[in-house]
């Protein structure tokens, strides 16, 4: 089986990192930049015993029980292990020391240092001390002969010496290293060993490959070298049994050889790529331990496990349960050879321990298949032959095996993509199991602490808000190792021991009755790994790939599968979210899939086990909700994501929490996220991953940033501020969708400060002739910002982008009269449904309610000179065209006739307006109308209709929002309007009747603007000359063209007549001059009727044939 690589974990600060173990394998010992030498239990150990030895702490040596370190202030200094109490200096040097080393028996430590010194010093008497001299430049490593008469040296100088210990002389010296002026400078630190036991071979790290010296003769009669390794190798270390040589690279790679078969066994490269500066071989197992120059401790399994037997060592053993979890249930020996270690069987020589009855049955195995005459046959005479010599010694032992063919494996070595071991369950915002203080869960609702001493085993719940309940006490008789919180419950579980089985225990501290606790037993070889509360449930997830749903007071619910096994849960109101292992990942990435729930009365699932994005070879950390109920997680990277519900439920990264730290070792605690206001709440940890519990951690606050481009620039930052603003406010859609109260105030303070960035976008983009992209950012805009986008390119002199800002304008326009009217036929259907009487509106009944409401305004101008007949048929008209807008016209307009009569065929005409342009354009438009079938014009005349007729209009108006107030400013003015506002100026020329009318209704009409008004004079003209056009859309565009092209003076005019200033006659005759003839006729029509109209005494209005009546009122439809 390859080695198992585990993911590396935080050991020291930045800089040279070594390792080692206790003679039993049983502590890890590490020591790095920070002065500090810490004991590990095993690889998952958070809480390590760390004794401080100085301000750096260069190498570090243990045996027999004593520690020995070389520090920063020049001296070697030894401690009690593992209790760490000093127990004096052994040497001093007038330089740092960089390498210590013990021997063999563990009764002398060699020392090297950056004043070209060695020193050879009696660990029980410090007086007994030898001096080796020879070294030209700062020693960089030693290594002690087994057998105590030779010390090997390497030194910046580019020499490798070996020292006879007795006489203290130089044997011999390499110089096959490269020069250097200090150790920081080298290019590698060149840590050489002797091979265990008998050293017959010293092994150096030189450039890419590993030089072999024979004791004695200190001849080179190989190289160990890789066509993997592609940077400078920098540690050697060997097998306990000598037979495998680990040597570390300075890319990151560490390669395993077999020393006699000189073949590759392993290759693994560091997650990271960093530099391998501390190697250490467990002293029973085949394992091995690597430190980085980052300060990280890593660990490798299975090395060279050719035996496949399993560690009982505490260090080991769980590590190969995790890699063991990654196959559960499949069955090995049906795995290709190339992945089964098991395959062939390779007899280990320098164990010297070979087991009869293995041998005979390896050796009936082999007699049974014709291994064939090739280059790895062995003969098995031989094999016996040389296997009896076994007692004869260890020189024997290995003269045998120089004189035996090389057996190579017979399986292809893999170097493919390792799988990952999966991650374990956990719950959010809780710290490791292990530790006896510890947090069960720290969340928005309160804490949750564990306390597991000799003495005492007890959980103290404690509220952030003490109205809510008061903090509890409470036994962990049944040892829980998992809890969470919130504003109703405690929710606790624990896993299956001995013969009990594993428990939910609830205590619903809400509830009105006195029975406040309830608990639950799981199925026999069931227990719980996740637990979570919401609104009224809770839900437990088991090893039995199953997650159980209760009700907040005991009841069980639904019980479903899970599609794999667990990692998290976490629950909001109705919502539950569930992360768990979709599959295997390799090369140190997680496969994760995740699902959300909404548990109310309409059960939805939201996300259907989606993948779950997580950074390169990192893993969850974190899974929650934020306070406004939005899903969130943290992976082991720092990257902080948010689902986007506005985006298809994606995930977006909103916060890279390693950006806020400050050194490598610090990390972030995460405990809550909040959008209003956005805060990401967390515990600062120094120099770990998770707070102690004593003394009270500080929560800090950390801000939101998108991972937005080019984020320096003006441009990018605004970019960055206005999706980081619709990101944060989703969850108001969310709320109004769910029928959730909120304030509205929050939404449209973030409307107004998205639409501020959009116009400051737009203004940039402008200056930077960036037209294209103005569109694409008021695309974004709502209504009223295109409008004040229309009137800045127009400011600025950008006529083509006005034109298209207008075309959008209008486009957005038709979009929410859409809207609007669909929401104005619910409403109408409603209200038939009220009134029991159909509302419904037709295109032939408007232009008959107006007729009748301009012949209630002048009746007392009218003489009516038609029969009875004509009037009732006058009436029958009026009935029939019964509309939407009839019971409006009843109630708002008053209708009082001293005759009783009321003449259909009246037609008033504006003291302003010419006669027959007014008739001839709403003629022209509501034939128009009739043409299109769309839905669309049709709710764009209803809308005209509706909102623009200044007398028929309800007694009790439905306030209209800024979108469909905004949407009304492209729409058609009809000339009713003007003919109000021309009777509320001159209420000495109008009727009794009349003035209280257009008094009560002129308040809701908006102000008009100078282009309304110009393009109500040349809206005849436009049509005149573009025949073609008939939607009032292009007669807007066309209209907003011609009135960019007047001088600034003439639309200046035009703009003091809106407000109210009145132009010269001049300037009026020379704009009525563009009228054509058939409209200069109604002007002298217009003229008479208007000197009618001053006059004291009312008079009889023009006598006209009445076909030419009959026809007027027909095609006035």
Request: proline share 5%; with cysteine.
């Amino acid at each position: 089986m390859p080695a198992t690589q585990k993911p590396m974990r935080y050991g020291h600060t930045e800089g040279h990192t070594e390792v080692c173990f206790d003679d039993s394998g049983s502590y890890i010992v590490t020591c790095g930049s920070d002065g500090d030498v810490r004991m590990w239990e095993d690889l998952d150990d958070d809480d390590p015993k760390s004794v401080n030895v100085g301000e750096k702490a260069f190498s570090c040596a243990l045996k027999n029980g004593k520690l020995v370190t070389a520090v920063s202030n020049n001296t070697v200094q030894v401690y009690t292990f593992p209790e760490g109490v000093p127990d004096g200096i052994l040497t001093r040097f007038t330089t740092n020391a960089n390498h210590v080393v013990f021997n063999g028996a563990g009764n002398k430590i060699a020392a090297g240092s950056s004043d070209f010194l060695v020193k050879v010093v009696d660990v029980m008497d410090n007086s007994q001390q030898q001096t080796f001299r020879g070294h030209d430049a700062p020693v960089l490593s030693l290594s002690f002969d087994p057998k105590d008469i030779f010390l090997a040296s390497a030194s910046c100088d580019g020499t490798v010496r070996v020292w006879n210990i007795s006489d203290q002389t130089c044997a011999v010296s390499w110089p096959v290293l490269q020069k250097s002026n200090d150790v920081v400078n080298a290019k590698s630190i060149c840590r050489l060993a002797w091979q265990p036991k008998a050293g017959k071979l010293l092994a150096v790290p030189v450039e890419k490959s590993v030089k072999l010296y024979r004791r004695e003769t200190w001849s080179n009669p190989f190289d160990l070298s890789d066509s993997s390794i592609s940077q400078t190798l920098n540690i050697v270390t060997w097998s306990p049994c000598g037979q495998y040589l680990a040597a570390g690279a300075i890319n990151g790679l560490i390669v395993v050889w077999n020393v006699e078969t000189k073949d590759c066994m392993e290759r693994v490269k560091h997650e990271k790529g960093y530099a391998i500066c501390g190697l250490a071989w467990h002293p029973t197992c085949s394992r091995i331990c690597y430190t980085d120059v980052e300060g990280n401790l890593g660990v490798l399994e299975n090395v060279c496990d050719l035996s496949g037997k399993v560690s009982s060592n505490k260090v080991s053993s769980r590590v190969e349960k995790d890699y063991n979890d990654l196959f559960d249930g499949d069955d090995t020996s049906s795995a290709g050879d190339f992945l089964n270690d098991n395959a062939v069987e390779i007899p280990s020589f320098s164990k010297g321990i070979i087991n009869e009855d293995d041998d005979n049955d390896d050796i009936m195995l082999a007699a049974d298949h014709d291994l064939g005459d090739d280059e790895n046959s062995v003969d098995v005479t031989m094999l016996k032959a040389d296997l009896s010599h076994k007692e004869e010694g260890d020189d024997d032992q290995a003269r045998s095996i120089h004189n035996l063919p090389l057996i190579r494996p017979q399986r292809p070595f893999y170097d493919g993509p390792m799988p990952t071991p999966r991650q374990k369950p956990f719950q959010s915002s809780s710290t490791p199991l292990h530790l006896s203080h510890r947090f069960m869960v720290w969340n928005s609702v309160g804490i949750i602490r564990c306390y597991n001493d000799d003495q005492d085993s007890a959980i103290d719940v404690e509220f952030h808000d003490t109205s809510i309940h008061h903090a509890t006490h409470l036994l962990n008789a049944f040892n829980y190792t998992m809890g969470t919180l919130s504003h109703e419950a405690i929710l606790l579980a624990c896993e299956s021991a001995d013969e009990l089985a594993s428990k939910l225990h609830c205590l619903h501290f809400s509830s009105w009755d006195s029975s406040k606790e309830w608990m639950v037993d799981m199925p026999q070889n069931e227990d719980i790994e996740a637990i979570c509360l919401g609104l009224g449930w809770a839900a437990a997830a088991t090893t039995a790939l199953l997650l159980r749903l209760f009700t907040i007071g005991g009841v069980q619910k639904e019980v479903f599968c899970l599609p794999g096994p667990v990692v998290s849960m976490a629950g909001h109101g109705e919502q539950l979210c569930i992360v768990y292992h979709r599959g295997t990942g390799f090369d140190g990435d997680q496969c994760l899939g995740v699902q959300l729930l909404e548990l109310g009365r309409k059960k939805n699932q939201v996300l259907h086990g989606d993948p779950l994005p997580l950074t390169r070879k990192s893993y969850l950390t974190w899974l929650g909700f934020s306070a406004e109920g939005t899903p969130c997680y943290v992976d082991s990277e720092g990257c902080v994501r948010m689902l986007n519900r506005g985006l298809g439920n994606t995930w977006t990264p909103v916060c890279n929490i390693r950006e806020h730290c400050k050194g490598k070792s610090d990390h972030y605690w995460v405990v809550g996220i909040h959008e209003n206001p956005q805060q990401l709440r967390c515990i600062p940890c120094k120099g770990s991953r998770f707070p102690p519990t004593l003394p009270r951690p500080a929560v800090a606050i950390l801000s939101f940033k998108l991972p937005y481009c080019q984020t320096s620039t003006e441009k990018g930052q605004m970019e960055e501020q206005f999706w980081h603003s619709v990101l944060f406010h989703n969850y108001l859609d969310y709320l109004a969708k769910n029928g959730y109260d909120y304030e509205e105030s929050i939404k449209n303070q973030a409307v107004k400060e998205q639409q501020e960035l959009l116009m400051k976008m737009l203004a940039l983009s402008c200056k930077l002739e960036r037209e294209f992209r103005c569109v694409e950012l008021a695309d974004l805009m709502t209504q009223n910002a295109v409008h004040l986008a229309i009137k800045y390119a127009s400011r600025s002199r950008k006529l083509i982008l006005a034109q298209k800002l207008s075309e959008l304008a209008a486009e957005k326009a038709a979009e929410l009269a859409e809207t609007q009217s669909e929401e104005e036929k619910e409403e109408d259907f409603r209200e038939k449904l009220n009134a029991g009487y159909s509302h419904t509106t037709t295109e032939w009944s408007r232009p008959r309610v107006r007729s009748q409401v301009e012949d209630a305004e002048d009746r007392e101008d009218t003489v009516s000179e038609e029969k009875p007949e004509s009037h009732n048929h006058g009436q029958n008209l009026f009935q029939s065209a019964n509309s939407s807008d009839t019971p409006a016209l009843k109630s708002g307009a008053v209708f009082s006739s001293s005759q009783g009569w009321v003449n259909p065929f009246k037609v008033v005409v504006s003291s302003k307006e010419p006669a027959v342009s007014a008739n001839s354009t709403r003629s022209a438009n509501i034939l128009d109308s009739m043409n299109k079938s769309s839905r669309k014009s049709t709710s764009l005349n209803r809308m005209e209709n509706n909102e623009k007729s200044p007398v028929i209009k309800p007694l009790t108006p439905k306030p209209r929002s800024k979108q469909a107030s905004a949407a009304s400013y492209f729409q058609k003015r009809t000339p009713q309007a003007d003919k109000t506002e021309e009777v509320k100026e001159n209420p000495k020329s109008s009727s009794s009747d009349a003035p209280a009318v257009c008094l009560q209704n002129s308040e809701n009409q908006r102000p008009k603007t100078g282009f309304q008004m110009w393009l109500e004079e040349n809206r005849s003209q436009i049509l005149s000359d573009n025949p073609d056009i008939s939607d009032e859309t292009d007669i807007i565009k066309e209209g907003m063209i011609r009135f960019r092209v007047l001088s600034a003076e003439e639309r200046k005019a035009w703009t003091n007549k809106a407000k109210g200033e009145t132009a010269s006659d001049g300037a009026e005759a020379k704009k009525r001059k563009r009228v054509v003839s058939e409209i200069c006729e109604t002007e002298n029509q217009e003229e008479t009727v208007k000197e009618n109209l001053d006059l004291s005494k009312k008079q009889k209005a023009l006598n006209l044939p009445a076909n030419q009546k009959l026809s007027a009122f027909a095609f006035k439809q």
